[in-house]
Structures are given as structure tokens and as C-alpha cells.
């Protein structure tokens, strides 16, 4: 064992913890509220209820940029289309084409990927969100 490490590590958490101690007294707890507000301006669609099985494999991506050497030349990378779909209701026609592409190379992705993520129950979520943006806008 590393005493140096050990000692020092130790220090920062009781330091941490006798900031909160004295603080918390004087500094109001905000909660949620300020990221729920935030959630609420965005205009987010909720996620289909049938698509909550395949959130847990198609959430594990570590933004890590392995499968945006994969992609095709010009096109924007991988990464992008897992990371960042459409989510509000007015953009659902931009995430069309991203699960066939992200299908097409799943193979690819699963064999490179450090996280093991789940290519297909992205391309699943996506296609489902989608819908459910298309929906609210009421395009059919």
C-alpha cells in the first residue's frame, strides 16, 4: 500500500466532508429543480414506455471516439449519431437516416467498442423517438 496515496486521499474526503458539515447550515440545498426546469424548456417528447428495455445497453457509450473511424468519409461521425439524435419534436425528420447507418456498421462498432454497447437498441431507440417526436408534431 501507498501511505503517500492512502494519507492524501483521506485528507481530501475529510476536508470535503468538514466544508459540508460547516456549510450546510448557511447554504440552501437547491435540489432538482433547476435541472427539472431546464428539462422543461428543452420540449423533450418522453421516451416511449415499450423502448425503457433497451435504454440500459444503448446507455453505456463513453463518448470515447473508437467508431468515428468508422464511418464514411464526409458524413459526420458515428459517435454523433449515438450521442446526439433528435429530441424535440421539431427535429424528428433529422434523425431519419441515422439507425440504418449506425445498423450497417453495428458489427464493426461491436467488435471496437470498449463498452460493449448495444448498436442495435440504439438504432431501436432512435426509430422509436423518432415516432414518438414525429407524433407530437403530428406529422404521420
Do not use: Q, Y
Amino acid at each position: 500500500m501507498n501511505w503517500a496515496k492512502f494519507i492524501k486521499s483521506r485528507s481530501i474526503i475529510a476536508v470535503a466532508a468538514a466544508k459540508r458539515i460547516t456549510l450546510t447550515p448557511f447554504v440552501r440545498n437547491r435540489g432538482p429543480g433547476p435541472w427539472l426546469g431546464r428539462l422543461a424548456e428543452e420540449d423533450l417528447a418522453a421516451t416511449p414506455p415499450e423502448l425503457w428495455d433497451t435504454a440500459e445497453p444503448s446507455s453505456r457509450c463513453l463518448a470515447c471516439g473508437m467508431c468515428d473511424g468508422l464511418g464514411e468519409p464526409g458524413a459526420p461521425p458515428l459517435s454523433h449519431a449515438i450521442l446526439g439524435p433528435a429530441r424535440r419534436p421539431e427535429d424528428a425528420h433529422l434523425a431519419a437516416e441515422i439507425p440504418d447507418r449506425l445498423r450497417a456498421r453495428a458489427t464493426e462498432i461491436a467488435r471496437i467498442c470498449p463498452a460493449r454497447l448495444g448498436v442495435e437498441e440504439i438504432a431501436t431507440l432512435i426509430e422509436g423517438n423518432a415516432r414518438m417526436l414525429s407524433a407530437v408534431r403530428g406529422e404521420s
